[in-house]
């Protein structure tokens, strides 16, 4: 059966915090998949002016067969489209009504401390140097209580996008059943299971996440602020969550039960900052903190980098030339920014463009050119 050439296949749309990473890097190891643009294109949330056919365009793999002539699906991850307007959604619906949709939920309550964490590692602070007003201003702020709204996010989709075009995965389930999760997210992209079901145990263990601790957990919140957390998030996400298990079927009373002291955490590798690499791939980790400074610090330069150019003007089909690229931390955004070929980094330093390109396959992106 023919396949229609110019469509996008399947849109991750969230939630933040909950695993789309590791999503992202699972799916990318399947050769029927691709993430033309990187996981997160913010298209459709950050372009002044969105089209459908330009995302499309966008989009569109090198090619649509595998070596073995079995067809590849294209699309991408940005958790940002769970608060999609619905003329943003419709637009994408009507351009590509075979899309597939996948939504992984978490605990509104640990995804909202997940998220505040984030911000401390790009800011360089640590939990026990933050005031507790700062995290319940932050629990409270509009963007975080809209994020783990997933009611609303999920009836919004379905009301331009049929209700089986749109799976909802679950947090905790990649813990306890990464392959029954990946087995269902492979069967509704309609990719071979048997390439997911290869994966060994270790690469399902991989944690891919902004942490404050080097096997890439969360910090616990200290027991006091995490009953005030908890009391709040609850008068904040409570009537949602009975919304959620109407919508769905599924019981969340773990949701609503008041937090615990954490249970000590099962063998797992860790990549404790986006782009980093896995624990047994340390020295090398160790090497590229040496050449160009730590990850973390870059977590905050490179977003002020992107943000500043896009504000500026610089558009995909723009073409940029970085001089003194180093590893790419920098340049990693620009390249997913920018449509394939746009980007051209120059470095002199030869263990340092090693690193760059180590850089760009880890993110899925060696095929931007």
């Given at each position: 059966m023919a396949l229609p050439m110019d469509t996008v296949d399947f849109l991750g749309i969230g939630a933040q915090k909950a695993g789309t990473t590791w999503l992202f890097r699972q799916l990318s190891r399947h050769p029927q998949v691709a993430f033309p643009r990187g996981k997160e294109t913010h298209y459709w949330d950050r372009h002044a002016s969105p089209r459908a056919d330009e995302w499309v365009r966008l989009l569109q793999p090198a090619t649509r067969r595998t070596a073995d002539g079995r067809p590849v699906?294209?699309?991408?991850?940005?958790?940002?489209?769970?608060?999609?307007?619905?003329?943003?959604?419709?637009?994408?619906?009507?351009?590509?009504?075979?899309?597939?949709?996948?939504?992984?939920?978490?605990?509104?309550?640990?995804?909202?401390?997940?998220?505040?964490?984030?911000?401390?590692?790009?800011?360089?602070?640590?939990?026990?140097?933050?005031?507790?007003?700062?995290?319940?201003?932050?629990?409270?702020?509009?963007?975080?209580?809209?994020?783990?709204?997933?009611?609303?996010?999920i009836e919004r989709w379905r009301s331009v996008v049929p209700g089986d075009r749109l799976l909802v995965l679950f947090h905790e389930d990649l813990a306890a059943r990464p392959r029954e999760v990946l087995a269902s997210l492979g069967t509704h992209l309609d990719i071979d299971a048997a390439d997911l079901a290869a994966l060994p145990d270790a690469t399902l263990r991989e944690v891919v996440t902004p942490s404050l601790f080097a096997n890439g957990d969360d910090p616990p919140s200290p027991p006091p602020l995490r009953a005030s957390l908890f009391e709040r998030s609850l008068e904040i996400h409570g009537d949602g969550i009975a919304r959620v298990e109407r919508l769905l079927g599924r019981d969340l009373g773990a949701w609503r039960a008041p937090p615990r002291d954490p249970a000590p955490a099962g063998p797992r590798i860790a990549v404790p900052l986006r782009g980093a690499r896995p624990a047994h791939a340390a020295d090398r980790s160790a090497t590229r903190h040496g050449l160009v400074g730590p990850a973390d610090l870059w977590e905050m330069k490179r977003k002020f980098q992107i943000d500043f150019l896009r504000r500026a003007g610089l558009r995909p089909g723009h073409r940029l030339l970085d001089l003194g690229c180093g590893t790419l931390r920098g340049g990693i955004p620009l390249i997913e920014h920018l449509e394939p070929g746009g980007y051209v980094g120059v470095e002199i330093r030869a263990e340092v463009l090693e690193e760059g390109r180590r850089e760009l396959e880890e993110r899925g992106l060696a095929d931007r050119r």
């Open positions: 699906r294209t699309g991408e991850i940005t958790p940002a489209y769970a608060l999609l307007p619905e003329a943003s959604i419709r637009a994408i619906g009507d351009r590509c009504p075979d899309l597939r949709l996948f939504m992984i939920l978490r605990n509104p309550i640990e995804r909202a401390w997940s998220a505040a964490v984030m911000e401390l590692v790009r800011a360089g602070k640590r939990v026990d140097e933050t005031s507790d007003a700062w995290f319940l201003e932050h629990f409270e702020a509009p963007e975080s209580s809209a994020r783990g709204d997933y009611a609303t996010s």
